[in-house]
Each structure stands twice: as C-alpha cells, then as structure tokens.
C-alpha cells in the first residue's frame, strides 16, 4: 500500500535516507520510520524521530581557517622564485635608506606575469632565486627592509579577499601568529596588491628612479678615474679600442 505524505509531512522527513531514493512517497522510508510516523502531526512526528534516536539534518558547519605563518628559513620560495616583484613603495624606501645604491644592478623588467613589472632578478646565469638571498647560509641580504612581496608572503588579496599563494611555504601553520603580525602582513599584501594594480602608471617613475641611480653610480665611477684611465674609456667609446 502506498500513502502520499501530506507536504508538511513531507517536509520533514526531506534529506533522511531512502532505500529506493524515490522522493515523495512515504512507503519508501524504512518501515519503523512509517509505522510511527503515518497519520502524525509535524510536532509529533518530529518527537518520534527523537525518540528512534534520529534527529533532523544539521546544516554543515563550515569554519573558516585561521591564518598561521612563521618563517622557518626553508628557503623554499627564496630559492625558486622567478623575479621578486618590486613597487614604486619599496624603490622610495630603499633610496631613503640607501639600500637602491647595491640593488640597482639586480633590477630588471619581465614579463612573466604578461605585463612588464620591473623585479629583482635572479643571479647571474641561473634562471631562479632571488639575487641577494644566499642558498648555503639561507640568509636575506634584505631582511630588515624586505619588498612588500616578501612582507606578505605567502599572504596575497586580490581586491576582495585574502588568500594564500604558496601552499607549499613550509611555514604555514607554524608557531602562533600574533594580531599585530596579522594586521602588517595583510597590509602588506593589500599595498603590494594596491601598487601592482597601478604598476602601468607608476613603471615610468620606477624605471626613472634607477635610471638616476645608474647615472650616479656611473659619475661617481668617473670621478674616481685617473686621467689615464678616462682616456682609455674615451678612445674605447670613440672605437680606437
């Protein structure tokens, strides 16, 4: 015999295990369920269920993962990044400190990203690595004033949220992450985000500012020449060689 479920009954019993997995018929819950649950009301049927030690469907609770990160010097991204992205922020900061003077030389365009950002590149011959990190000491030569890049890393946002950009970072769930650290790596990666956002506006005056440290570099250079030597440069440059 086969009974229809009023709607309200229906209702409930929606999402309990099925044998047959036909929706709609009453016959198809298994027989203990029926047997209780025929001719009932919605409260009832509903205490029923308590009392067969069934209850109705929770809904699944999701909970968010906390961000926990600490650098446990693996060298993992270090080591095999293909060009440090640099901002117009870290370019300001470095000639304020006078950090630009050593770096200028390792900063170069790419195009790895499909538009040209200018970056630290890797050393010399070797197609990755950042160019002041050291592979057999795993020490930064840049630690206390790292590219904004690297001051949210593995943390990136992209204009909506946050989210981690390197799964395989060794440092991720290491140590306890603090709210202040928090707070300055999303900053990090909201301004690193910010100014890459801009880059097409700002590649002028970057590419400005390490023309004019090349330049000075190159006077300077100059300068310290003997006169022997500047008439060597000149007869070069003027192909007497």
Known sequence: MVITPSPLTKGVLKGFYSPTR?????????????????????????????????????????????????????????????????????????????????????????????????????PEGEGQGCPVYDVESKDCGLYADLPLNCQAYPLGFNGEKYFVVDQACQGLGEGEMTADKLRAQRDAARTEHEARSSSAATLPVMYGLVMRELMDQSRQAMEGMTPEQKAELERYFKGGG
């Not at 901002?87 to 770096?103: M, P």
């Open 22 to 122: 036909r929706t709609g018929n009453l016959a198809h819950f298994p027989p203990h369920y029926y047997n209780k649950i025929k001719g009932t009301s919605l409260l009832t049927t509903h205490n029923l269920l308590a009392k067969t030690g069934s209850r109705m469907p929770d809904k699944e609770k999701i909970e968010t993962p906390k961000f926990i990160y600490n650098c446990v010097r693996c060298g993992q991204y270090c080591s095999s990044v293909e060009g440090v992205p640099v901002t117009l922020q870290d370019l300001l900061r470095w000639q304020a400190s006078g950090e630009l003077g050593r770096l200028v030389t390792h900063l170069g365009l790419d195009m790895i990203s499909g538009f040209p950002r200018l970056v630290l590149k890797p």
